[in-house]
């Protein structure tokens, strides 16, 4: 897929604080179909907090989120009571989450699941949900462990679970959240390697990661984060060999 189409999303000004402490002070950035953009930087730099407000999960103070078929959100322009519902259920829709802790029900077995959002948040009937979510698990692996419960699996194995019930909901993006950095170190791969897949197919991603190997050989695009500004962009054999910004080097030199 080319890199050059007229971006799948574009994000410009966007600008969050709590209390006080401002998180996001005015941050741009887009992203092409079928590209993949990790975000980098040290901890507290604002980089998970971009992703809530991409997926609805934080409203940004001011900022506008646009989709290349016309679909924008302006949040200096605040909208109230059910259009407000509305619009946040309409960026939400968009794109799908995956967390740092892959937030599986307990109580439902694999395949309830990855059902849950196809059948609930979506209306998809039961019998389509399932064929699908079957044929996903296959695809990383996990076809056997449809009945099982969260419980039974490895760390490894509720990650891919939990990537399999985003790519159930069929966004435009898929936002990953450190995906890796709560699992024990022998497990970290099998879940790199499913990315590194998805990103082969073609899926739109934007990652959160501290794997600096990993964004390397998969990113398309490398952001750095520091203090709420992105201070530095470009591709990974650029920031990660000949950084141009000296907080990008600093972080660099403390990691690699
Ligand atoms: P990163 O992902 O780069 O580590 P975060 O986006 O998680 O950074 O956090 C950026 C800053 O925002 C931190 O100072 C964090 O404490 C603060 N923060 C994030 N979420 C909240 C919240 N819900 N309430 C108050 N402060 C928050």
Not at 176 to 187: V, W, Y
Not at 189 to 207: P, R
Not at 211 to 239: K, N
Request: some cysteine; glycine content about 8%; proline content about 5%.
């Amino acid at each position: 897929m080319s890199h050059t189409d007229a971006p799948l999303l574009a994000v410009t000004g966007l600008r969050k604080s709590f209390g006080d402490n401002v998180v996001l002070d005015g941050v741009d950035f887009s992203v092409a179909p079928g590209q993949v953009v990790c975000l980098i930087g040290p901890s507290g730099s604002g980089k998970t907090t971009v992703l809530r407000c991409l997926n609805g999960l934080e409203t940004p103070d001011a900022g506008v989120v646009a989709f290349s078929d016309g679909q924008r959100h302006d949040f200096a322009q605040p909208l109230k009571g059910r259009a407000a519902k509305l619009d946040r259920a309409a960026l939400r829709d968009r794109s799908a989450m995956v967390f740092q802790q892959n937030n599986l029900f307990p109580h439902l077995t694999v395949l309830e699941n990855v059902i849950e959002g196809p059948v609930h948040a979506h209306g998809a009937s039961k019998d389509a949900a399932t064929a699908e979510a079957e044929r996903l698990l296959g695809r990383v692996g996990l076809a056997e462990k449809r009945d099982a419960y969260p419980h039974e699996l490895s760390g490894g194995q509720q990650q891919r679970v939990g990537i399999v019930r985003a790519l159930a909901l069929a966004p435009d993006v898929l936002l990953f959240d450190e995906p890796t950095s709560a699992l024990d170190p022998e497990l970290v791969g099998e879940v790199l390697l499913v990315l590194k897949e998805l990103a082969e197919e073609g899926w739109t991603m934007v990652i959160v990661t501290h794997e600096l190997a990993f964004a390397r050989q998969v990113a398309d695009e490398v952001v750095f984060f520091d203090d709420g500004v992105i201070v530095e962009r470009g591709h990974p054999r650029d920031i990660f060999t000949a950084p141009t910004n000296e907080r990008t080097r600093r972080f660099l030199d403390r990691i690699l």
